[in-house]
């Protein structure tokens, strides 16, 4: 398999901060389901930033699907956001829109400005937005809006936005934190399937260790911004948690 | 560091007090006249009411007389909201405390919209009227640059209120800065825009009145004449129109915010 993220002596410090990563070595193949575990503060968030160019590490490098992040321009980041779908813990979608409206968000990367935001979009987007409002079985709420959702619903809409933009790798920051159990079950087997039948790569951001271990091919324990485990999920033992979630005596806590 | 805090708190809570009380202290009510003087304050009331059909006659016939000055206070509040809201969009982008611009702008622009903001309507109204002379155009700049002033505020705390979570995950599927605006940003401000603004348009329909009163056009100069002249009739009709008008633009503001929210 070829590598969708390969990342080299990744380091990043926010602005009057303390340094966040560490000079992060990391290779990740296509079709991989990686588990990201660490505490808060641990540097999860940012790792997963620096591969979508939301963030530009400070020091390293990230070359996602060939080609490296930092040294992009914001128009080529753009391009390549297309192909890197992202969900977040607290959903982040449009309250006040529909469902589809929401999910057609996932096409605006590939639509001229002027149309879009006279919120127009060609037919063949729509049809491929209802096609994926279908795969997460959510096609009877294409016209409700997003905020008269629960919370499972919302995360399935996001999902449905990372499948329109026809993403090649989805980064998901502990998506699944504000679920109960069951409804974590239910987008886990989403991205899982979504992994089987178009070959994505995923990498996942989580407390949830269970979880990690039932549905990861890969885990990768981070500690104050350096990673300190790295294999499969069998191999991670309670040992190796309690030493990735150990509090450090001097970490870069907040 | 606590028995500051707790002597500060105490010390603010005391002056709190004491404007309280030295502010109804110098009301100086006098109660031996006040029976005489609500008494007196209901008659004037009553005899803005129309007793019978020669009054209702007389009120009816105010028609012709009032119809042009009403219309011509809705004018200057539609004129000036519109116009006002119109300015503060762009503004509101500068004034908020976002980080795309630099904070020392921010700031230099809320303090000029303070200062602006300390002064009421009628005193622009007077400013303008010196500059260009009595009537509606007068009174509808000095209403509209008091909307550009209060929205570009209002805006900006709507902005400054904006959670980020939408705007990353626009941006995280590929959308251009343009883009993020329209579908992370606007969505969430809007109803907070349409609301301040259909707001701002019922509080300049009295402010119409107010800048009436030193000849800026609109009703205002006709409520003012009636009660010096002593025609309480003409002055009873005025504020029954003040009041279904503003009633009614409540009423309409309400049915479009349930619609927009």
Redesign the interface.
């Known amino acids: 398999m070829p590598d969708a993220i390969v990342i080299k002596q990744l380091a990043h410090t926010y602005r009057g901060g303390a340094p966040v990563l560490h000079g992060l070595d990391l290779t990740i193949a296509e079709g991989e389901f990686v588990g990201l575990i660490g505490l808060s503060g641990a540097g999860k968030s940012t790792l997963l930033r620096c591969i ?1 160019g ?1 963030i530009t590490p400070t020091g390293g490098s990230c070359i996602v699907l060939g080609e490296a992040v930092e040294k992009m321009p914001e128009s080529e980041r ?5 192909r ?3 969900i ?1 813990q ?8 529909t469902v589809l409206k929401n999910v057609l ?2 096409r ?3 639509l001229p ?1 002027l149309s ?2 006279l919120h127009r979009f060609p037919a063949s987007d729509v049809s491929l937005a209802r096609e994926c409002l279908a795969q997460v079985g959510l096609t009877e709420f294409e016209g409700r809006r997003v905020r008269d959702l629960s919370g499972g619903q919302k995360q399935r809409v ?1 999902v449905a ?2 499948i329109a ?1 026809g993403a090649k790798i989805i ?1 998901a920051d502990e998506a699944t934190a504000n679920l109960d159990v069951l409804t974590k079950d239910e987008i886990m087997d989403l991205l899982k399937d979504l992994v089987r039948d178009t070959g994505a790569t995923v990498l996942f951001s989580m407390h949830d260790i269970a979880l990690a271990r039932r549905y990861c091919t890969r885990i990768i324990g981070l500690k104050n911004g350096a990673i300190t485990f790295d294999a499969a999920p069998d191999q991670l033992d309670d040992a190796a948690v309690a030493d990735v979630l150990a509090r450090a005596e001097h970490g870069a806590m907040k | 560091m606590k028995i500051i805090a707790m002597l500060s708190r105490l010390v603010g809570f005391l002056a709190l007090a004491a404007l309280i009380v030295w502010s109804f202290v110098g009301m100086e009510i006098d109660r031996a006249h006040l029976p005489t003087g609500v008494a007196a304050g209901f008659s004037f009331v009553g005899r803005m009411i129309p007793h019978g059909k020669a009054d209702f006659r007389y009120d009816l016939s105010l028609r012709d007389q009032i119809m042009q000055p009403l219309l011509d206070t809705i004018q200057m509040a539609v004129v000036g909201t519109v116009a006002g809201a119109i300015m503060a969009f762009p503004m509101s982008f500068f004034a908020a405390r976002t980080s795309v611009f630099p904070r020392s702008l921010s700031a230099a622009i809320k303090s000029y919209l303070n200062v602006s903001r300390a002064i009421p309507t009628i005193v622009y109204a007077l400013i303008i009227l010196s500059a260009i002379g009595l009537g509606k155009t007068a009174g509808s700049i000095a209403i509209g640059y008091v909307t550009f002033i209060s929205l570009s505020k209002l805006y900006a705390e709507a902005l400054e209120s904006v959670s980020q ?2 705007i ?9 800065s ?2 993020v605006f ?3 940003m606007m ?2 401000v ?2 907070h825009y349409l609301a301040t603004s259909l707001y701002s348009f019922e509080y300049n329909l009295k402010d119409s009145f107010i800048v009436g009163i030193v000849g800026a056009g609109g009703l205002g100069a006709q409520l003012l004449d009636s009660i010096h002249e002593f025609k309480l009739l003409d002055t009873g009709v005025i504020i029954a129109l003040l009041i279904v008008l503003v009633n009614v633009v409540d009423y309409c503001s309400y049915r479009v915010r349930a619609v927009f929210s």
Not at chain 1, 90 to 97: A, G, H, K, P, T
Not at chain 2, 168 to 176: E, I, L, T
């Open positions: 979508n939301l753009r391009l390549l956001r297309r890197i779908g992202m977040f607290e959903f982040n979608l449009v309250d006040r829109l968000i996932g605006l990367g590939y400005t879009s935001c996001a936005r990372t933009q980064l | 979570g939408p990353d995950a626009v941006r995280a599927s590929g959308g251009n343009v883009q329209v579908y992370g969505p969430q809007f109803p």
